[in-house]
């Protein structure tokens, strides 16, 4: 029989029995951020993963994983890491794009998100970008309101990049938020500038749009300058 997760009402305890495994402790905040990429997302969030501050990584404990699969089939992915886990995690954020996959299954997602919420367990947040991560890259250094592709995202990015003397941009670069960290606030100003210019759409047709801003301004509140 796979384990449940320990429900929220017990989050708040020291330690729980075991339930035939090993004895769950709770002291830590668990959170997993869960990625459609297995590059670029994963590499972005582990580079702000350790600037979390000494005494905030005894509060909450991070983990990051890229699973290459996307939109619902990332869910259900997120789902059975959490069966699996032997911690209690208070928190899934699925980091997913739209790319090419159908409206349906875009707009899908968060649909089975609060149906997962409403069983007052793990609480799974969506947090997708439309049409690509490279979105959320391209607004820390400009801001745009009309549909963009990847390709072309790609493209002012090369620019971009070459122009900050950092080369071309790339899927692998392990330092892609330290290079990024400077222009914060403008991303995070731009995106929610984005999201603004869209109400009462389908997610499928708010594009360009990315929510990983919600994520960042999160993950900040354990950073320390």
Same mark, same amino acid.
């Given at each position: ?6 429900k929220?009402?017990d ?7 075991? $339930? ?8 830590l ?9 297995t ?6 969030f ?10 905030? $990584?005894?509060k ?10 996307g ?8 789902? $059975?890491?959490?069966?699996n ?7 899934v ?5 739209k790319?090419?996959?159908?409206d ?11 149906k ?12 997708w970008?439309?049409e ?9 250094f ?15 990015l ?33 995106a ?9 759409q ?11 801003y ?5 993950l ?5 300058s």
């Amino acid at each position: 029989m796979s384990k449940k997760p320990i429900k929220k009402s017990d989050g708040n305890k020291e330690w729980l029995a075991s $339930r035939g495994r090993k004895v769950v402790h709770t002291k830590l905040e668990y959170h997993m951020i869960i990625c459609e990429g297995t590059e670029t997302e994963p590499n972005y969030f582990e580079g702000m993963k350790k600037r979390i501050s000494e005494d905030n $990584r005894r509060k909450v404990d991070i983990r990051v994983v890229g699973k290459g699969r996307g939109t619902i089939s990332l869910l259900n992915e997120a789902i $059975r890491e959490v069966r699996n886990s032997t911690n209690y995690i208070s928190t899934v954020w699925l980091v997913y794009d739209k790319d090419d996959f159908t409206d349906k299954d875009f707009n899908e997602v968060v649909k089975e998100c609060e149906k997962q919420n409403a069983l007052g367990e793990t609480i799974y947040i969506p947090i997708w970008s439309n049409e690509c991560f490279e979105n959320w890259i391209l607004l820390h250094f400009d801001y745009f309101d009309t549909a963009i592709t990847r390709d072309d995202c790609i493209k002012k990015l090369n620019r971009i990049f070459k122009d900050n003397k950092w080369g071309r941009y790339s899927k692998s670069d392990e330092n892609i938020y330290e290079k990024l960290e400077p222009f914060q606030e403008t991303a995070i100003e731009n995106a929610k500038k984005q999201e603004r210019l869209y109400s009462n759409q389908l997610l499928s047709e708010m594009n360009p749009c990315t929510l990983v801003y919600r994520l960042v301004e999160f993950l900040k509140k354990y950073i320390k300058s």
